[in-house]
């Protein structure tokens, strides 16, 4: 009997953690589409680039009970976000490592997660391990992504004679309390 061709779109994380198994590979950043919507619009990613990824599955054992099944995930890419200072396109490099503990349930895995500094998820007969990994680089996205020294001069206006004259709100009140009279 042959073993099968490891797919990361369709895994049975119980049989991965019970061999202790170990999978590597790349998927093509186009590819993952909640992660390029991310990206700069003048500088999407090429059909070349590509996310790299390495997961591992374990099982735990534990005193009296049923072993624990882990995953283990890691990924790593490179993606041009809008720097929120020129709005320009700056390279980000994403790199997501996190660790899922699964359980029978979607009951026991939220009960487990309360409590857990760790990722608790249901067990399902097949997981995506593309999907979880995309939703990984989302969430280490930066929230303010910024160069360290943006490459053009920032746009800054010649006449800021309109903000000088702008007149305070709270002057209006001080005008007043001037005007009325005194008790």
């Not at 590979?25 to 619009?41: F, K, Q, T, W």
């Amino acid at each position: 009997m042959t073993a099968r061709a490891f797919d990361p779109r369709s895994v049975d994380i119980a049989a991965f953690a019970k061999q202790g198994g170990g999978e590597s590979g790349s998927v093509a950043l186009i590819a993952l589409d909640r992660l390029c919507g991310e990206a700069h619009p003048e500088a999407k990613p090429a059909a070349s680039e590509s996310v790299e990824w390495r997961a591992t599955g374990e099982s735990r054992a534990r005193r009296g009970g049923a072993p624990e099944v882990w995953l283990h995930l890691e990924g790593r890419t490179q993606l041009s976000l809008v720097c929120q200072r020129c709005l320009q396109p700056v390279g980000t490099a994403l790199h997501a490592q996190r660790g899922f503990q699964f359980v029978a349930g979607e009951d026991q895995a939220a009960a487990i997660d309360a409590d857990s500094e760790d990722d608790v998820l249901a067990l399902t007969r097949t997981l995506n391990l593309i999907e979880l990994l995309e939703d990984e680089l989302l969430l280490v996205l930066p929230l303010v992504p910024l160069h360290d020294v943006c490459p053009r001069p920032l746009m800054v206006r010649e006449d800021d004679s309109i903000l000088e004259e702008r007149i305070n709100p709270f002057a209006v009140l001080g005008g007043l309390k001037r005007k009325s009279p005194s008790s």
